[in-house]
Nanobody, 127 residues
Framework: VQLQASGGGLVQTGGSLRLSCLVS????????IGWFRQAPGQEREGVAC????????VIAEPVKGRFTISRDNAKNAVYLQMNNLKPDDTAVYYC?????????????????????WGQGTLVTVSS
């Protein structure tokens, strides 16, 4: 089971980035996927999570209205579109997965639920 996050980089305030998470070793169809981030000296926090149905993605309040999560099961990929980026968005972003059969908690995007993690991609937003 592998998750490969990519798409990070340096962007100015107000700019956009699209992160990609490519998964291999398991059928994405059966897994919930989440994006998390960790800034220096801070705890990891949930950013956006999406279940297998993709009907009701969970978006964290600090990024609501600016970030969207989507999935393409045919491509074994999940994306995080980040618009109107702010310096507070600077962090290492991780994608993670867990088997949905274990139970997806509605409205929850917490790292404790996730079993498999990618290596992270750094997003830096300059002011």
């Amino acid at each position: 089971v592998q998750l490969q996050a990519s798409g990070g980089g340096l962007v100015q305030t107000g700019g956009s980035l699209r992160l990609s998470c490519l998964v291999s070793g398991f059928p994405l169809d059966y897994y919930a996927i989440g994006w998390f981030r960790q800034a220096p000296g801070q705890e990891r926090e949930g950013v956006a999570c999406i279940s297998t149905s993709a009907n009701s993605p969970v978006i964290a309040e600090p990024v609501k209205g600016r970030f969207t999560i989507s999935r393409d099961n045919a491509k074994n990929a999940v994306y995080l579109q980040m618009n109107n980026l702010k310096p507070d968005d600077t962090a290492v972003y991780y994608c993670a997965a867990f088997p949905a059969r274990l139970g997806v908690r509605p409205g929850v995007c917490e790292s404790v639920d996730y079993d498999f993690w990618g290596q992270g991609t750094l997003v830096t937003v300059s002011s």
